[in-house]
Structures are given as structure tokens and as C-alpha cells.
């Protein structure tokens, strides 16, 4: 079981990135799926969380990212993305998706599988 994180990088204010998350070893879909991030001397916190294990899809969004990110989960590829635009200096931290059975959570100690991080980084 491994979820596997990439696509960060360095960009400048206003640009943007997209995030991939790959799942081996389950079935992506049966679980809720969040991004989370963890700046320097910061708490980790919830960026979004995704859960479409029901027939209505449920989403979440921070606040300092709604209208900007934008999350997304493609079961074929067993596979959720974080498509990030108008980037800020403030998004600058290490990047981690996450899973969980059942509902979405903004605890990441809720979670019970993790990817390894992406940088992600914002500057002129």
C-alpha cells in the first residue's frame, strides 16, 4: 500500500502547478483523499480533501485556496490531483497527499496512508 506524490516545483507568483497523487495497493476511490501542507515552523494543515466513494461527490477546500485550487480523482488511474493556479508566495511549503476510509477529515492524524512530500515553491 503506497500513495506516491509529485509534480511540485518552483514557480512565481501566478503560475501554477499541478499535483499528482498514485495509489498502488488499493483502490483510490474507496477512500477519502486529501492534500495537505506543512510550511516551516508551521502545522500541517488541510489544503483540500476529496471523497467519491458515494454518488454525490464531496469536497473541501481552505479557505486561502477556494476559487484558486481546484481537486479531483481520476479512478481509472487510481490517481487525485491537486491543480493549483494563481499561485501565492504563501502556498510555498511541502505538499502531501493523503488517505482515509470513510469521510474526509481536515486532521491529518485521521489518516491512515500517506505520500511522501513534494516542494512546492512560490517566488519572483
Known amino acids: 500500500v503506497q500513495l506516491q506524490a509529485s509534480g511540485g516545483g518552483s514557480v512565481q507568483p501566478g503560475g501554477s502547478l499541478r499535483l499528482s497523487c498514485v495509489a498502488s495497493g488499493f483502490s483510490l476511490g474507496d477512500y477519502a483523499v486529501a492534500w495537505f501542507r506543512q510550511a516551516p515552523g508551521k502545522e500541517r494543515e488541510a489544503v483540500s480533501c476529496?471523497?467519491?466513494?458515494?454518488?454525490?461527490?464531496?469536497?473541501y477546500y481552505t479557505d486561502s485556496v477556494r476559487g484558486r485550487f481546484t481537486i479531483s480523482a481520476d479512478s481509472a488511474k487510481n490517481t487525485a490531483y491537486l491543480q493549483m493556479n494563481s499561485l501565492k508566495p504563501e502556498d510555498t511549503a511541502v505538499y502531501y497527499c493523503?488517505?482515509?476510509?470513510?469521510?474526509?477529515?481536515?486532521?491529518?492524524?485521521?489518516?491512515?496512508?500517506w505520500g511522501q512530500g513534494t516542494q512546492v515553491t512560490v517566488s519572483s
Open positions: 493523503a488517505a482515509k476510509l470513510y469521510v474526509i477529515s481536515r486532521s491529518p492524524n485521521e489518516y491512515e496512508f
Open positions: 476529496i471523497d467519491t466513494s458515494d454518488e454525490t461527490p464531496y469536497y
